[in-house]
């Protein structure tokens, strides 16, 4: 079962620019920076009540965010769902006919357990699940 929005995530070419914007002039609560080397990412978290909204910015090349921003530019890359379940969840979509990008969960930032649905079984939308 799909709880509430964890988080949203937002491609940024410039990400100490738009952490000052959405600090300062939004006046939302900064939770900090994200080193996550690995998948070639730099991210900035906010806190909007009980959703993140994460800032991702790429420090590769060919990490997903770098490619999305040549393609697409900046702008909303892909909403994250909370499941208590993340494999049962998956299940459950592929059997209704959901193509997934992750047949499994994988770890995510803070120990999470993650998994992204395909777009072109949503709507376009780049979907995630995760589990706490
Ligand atoms: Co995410």
Known sequence: MIGKIDHI???VSDLDAQVTFYRDVLGLHFEGYE???DR???VGVFLVKD???ELL???SPDSAIGKF???KGEGIHHIAF???DAQAELNRLKEAGVKLIDESPRPGAEG????FLHPKSTFKVLMELCEH
């Open 9 to 11: 995530g937002i491609a």
């Open 35 to 37: 080193d996550l080397p």
């Open 40 to 42: 070639g990412l730099r």
């Open 51 to 53: 959703v993140k909204i």
């Open 57 to 59: 910015q790429s420090t």
């Open 69 to 71: 921003i040549e393609a």
């Open 82 to 84: 909370c499941t208590a």
């Open 112 to 115: 999470t357990r993650v998994a």
